[in-house]
């Protein structure tokens, strides 16, 4: 795990060198959540209107905080990545060796399997339904007819307590 202070161009710069391990994008700001499929570039344009964002995919995530004229940066993966100048985080020397797999179930079920006379209904899928929201969901799965969607996760420990979690990718679930 490595961590920084660096400006948004060098975290434009961070996002494209690596784009092709980055699947997926978590973003949040005061009047919005996003979860993305990266490829999309939705969030890329204005990367600093967003107060805190999380790219990944499989093997890799790029987390970010916006903090005044500059972004605090973790990078979290399992593999060795090596970035002149990137100190190692401090908690890095405390983790656990392994780190451990974990799915959180995301809210609401496919539009796709709500009762035909259901408002909100319709066969196609691609949207979720759950009723504490107000608006369906979308989340960006390759199958619209999923029932439900999942974040794979990894959680870094120490002493068997999570202390971080690496998001992965959403994935479909069928619970």
């Known amino acids: 795990m490595l961590h920084s202070a660096i400006s948004y161009p060098a975290l434009n710069a961070l996002l494209d060198e690596h784009a092709a391990r980055l699947r997926f994008a978590y973003l949040e700001r005061e009047t919005r959540v996003l979860l993305t499929d990266s490829a999309s570039g939705e ?8 107060e805190h964002g ?10 970010w905080r916006r903090d005044e004229l500059h972004c605090e940066v973790h990078l979290l993966t399992e593999a060795v990545v090596a970035l002149p100048l990137w100190p190692e985080a401090s908690i890095a020397a405390r983790l656990d060796e392994q780190a451990r797999e974990r799915r959180v179930l995301l809210a609401g079920v496919n539009v796709a399997t709500l009762p035909p006379s259901h408002t909100l209904y319709d066969a196609q899928g691609g949207a979720w339904f759950s009723p504490e929201i107000v608006r369906p969901l979308h989340y960006p799965l390759a199958n619209p007819l999923a029932r439900r969607a999942a974040l794979r996760c990894m959680d870094y420990t120490v002493d068997g307590y999570t202390v971080l979690t690496r998001l992965c990718e959403v994935v479909p679930d069928e619970r």
């Open 43 to 50: 969030y890329r344009p204005k990367l600093e209107t967003w």
């Open 54 to 63: 999380r790219a990944f995919g499989p093997l890799l995530e790029v987390r």
